[in-house]
Every structure is written in structure tokens, then in C-alpha cells.
T-cell receptor, first 115, second 114 residues
Framework: DQQVKQNSPSLSVQEGRISILNCDYT??????FLWYKKYPAEGPTFLIS?????DKNEDGRFTVFLNKSAKHLSLHIVPSQPGDSAVYFC??????????????FGQGTILTVHP | SAVISQKPSRDICQRGTSLTIQCQVDSQVTMMFWYRQQPGQSLTLIAT?????????ESGFVIDKFPISRPNLTFSTLTVSNMSPEDSSIYLC???????????FGDGTRLSIL
């Protein structure tokens, strides 16, 4: 039972353009969502998060959008840079609007940004 | 930000043996967790390492197979017992400094069982 799904295994984008990574979830109890970036041979690095009381959160080039009715979130990277090439994981928790405790991860999307 | 060190970074082990993975943080943390990432799969939580008491295991994971210790607020170990090729995975430690902050991960231990 995959409660968090990233249906696109890979995404290829030109440098300077927008990268949009998508994530769907099925558990309506999830109320806090996170995006992590992972380079080969390293652990996941936290990028940005959003609580279910918001529908948008922005941090520099990264913006996360949450559509609760559709149980869908997306990560926008603008402008994309070659250093953004990595695996991106969506994660969710149901700990009262925090990331406290168990995180449920999606399968990841490989982003490649071409110069 | 704090430094999270995992040892070993990788290992190749024989079937039937056990391996203990260490996770050390350079500052005290509220929560420590152990995850597994099987080849081509997502990260799955194995257990929450509780300081001074038994770990809390997720469905499908048992203490006999994955004993965990957490003697203090900066250190935890995960043992993978009686290993089989199906245990070949990346094992990751994560920490949470306070309740309303994201989890941060170590670089993982890449384990291969022959």
C-alpha cells in the first residue's frame, strides 16, 4: 500500500527553466509534507516543507504547493541549475502538523538539469 | 547544523552473520530513527530509537532481526542479524532536534550480503 506516490521516475529539464516535481498521497491523516534531495552516496537533505494549513511555501528558488482536496503536492524549482540534478523524495507525516515521528516517503524522482 | 556520522559507510557481509551500524550526532537530539532503502525502492522506517528504553518498531520489522540501542541523546546502533541477501540495502539514521523541525539524515550504510 503506497501511501505516497511519485509517479514520474525521472524528469529532464534545461538549465534556467522550471522543474516541477509531483507527489500524490492517499492518507487523509497526513498533515505535514516535506521534500528531500539526495545525491549519490549521500543521505537525503531536507529542502522545504509545508503544513496542511497552508497551500504554498516558498524558499528562494524552491516553492512547494499543496492541494489538499486533490491530495497532491508539487515542488517547483525556478530557475533550474545543473547542481539541482539529484533524486527528489516527497515525504509525509501525520503528527499534528509537524514532522515529528514517522515519515512516509515516495519512490523518488530523478531530476536531470542539462546545461 | 549538526553533523550526523554513520559507520561503517559500506560493508560486504557473509550470509548468516550480523553487522552493527553506528550513528553518532555531535549534539543532543530529541528523536533518532532508522530507515532502510532497498534497491530501487523508497525509504522505509524500521524503528524509532528511544533513549533508555526499547525501540518502537514499524509493522514488518522485529527486534530479533533489527535490535536497536540508544544509550544516550547523541548515539544509537542498529544491528542487522542473521543476514540474508534480501537484507542488502542502504540503512540510514535520521535525527530530529526538536518536535517541530524536519528530520536530518546521515549518509547511510550500504550493505551487501553475499
Amino acid at each position: 500500500d503506497q501511501q505516497v506516490k511519485q509517479n514520474s521516475p525521472s524528469l529532464s529539464v534545461q538549465e534556467g527553466r522550471i522543474s516541477i516535481l509531483n507527489c500524490d498521497y492517499t492518507n487523509s491523516m497526513f498533515d505535514y509534507f516535506l521534500w528531500y534531495k539526495k545525491y549519490p552516496a549521500e543521505g537525503p537533505t531536507f529542502l522545504i516543507s509545508i503544513s496542511s494549513i497552508k497551500d504554498k511555501n516558498e524558499d528562494g528558488r524552491f516553492t512547494v504547493f499543496l492541494n489538499k482536496s486533490a491530495k497532491h503536492l508539487s515542488l517547483h524549482i525556478v530557475p533550474s541549475q545543473p547542481g539541482d540534478s539529484a533524486v527528489y523524495f516527497c515525504a509525509a507525516s501525520d503528527a499534528g502538523g509537524t514532522s515529528y515521528g514517522k515519515l512516509t516517503f515516495g519512490q523518488g524522482t530523478i531530476l536531470t538539469v542539462h546545461p | 547544523s549538526a553533523v550526523i556520522s554513520q559507520k561503517p559507510s559500506r560493508d560486504i557481509c557473509q550470509r548468516g552473520t550480523s553487522l552493527t551500524i553506528q550513528c553518532q550526532v555531535d549534539s543532543q537530539v530529541t528523536m533518532m530513527f532508522w530507515y532502510r532503502q532497498q534497491p530501487g525502492q523508497s525509504l522505509t522506517l524500521i524503528a524509532t530509537a528511544n533513549q533508555g528504553s526499547e525501540a518502537t518498531y514499524e509493522s514488518g520489522f522485529v527486534i530479533d532481526k533489527f535490535p536497536i540501542s540508544r544509550p544516550n541523546l547523541t548515539f544509537s546502533t542498529l544491528t542487522v542479524s542473521n543476514m540474508s541477501p534480501e537484507d542488502s540495502s542502504i540503512y540510514l539514521c535520521s535525527v530530529q532536534f526538536r518536535g517541530n523541525q524536519p528530520q536530518h539524515f546521515g549518509d547511510g550504510t550500504r550493505l551487501s550480503i553475499l
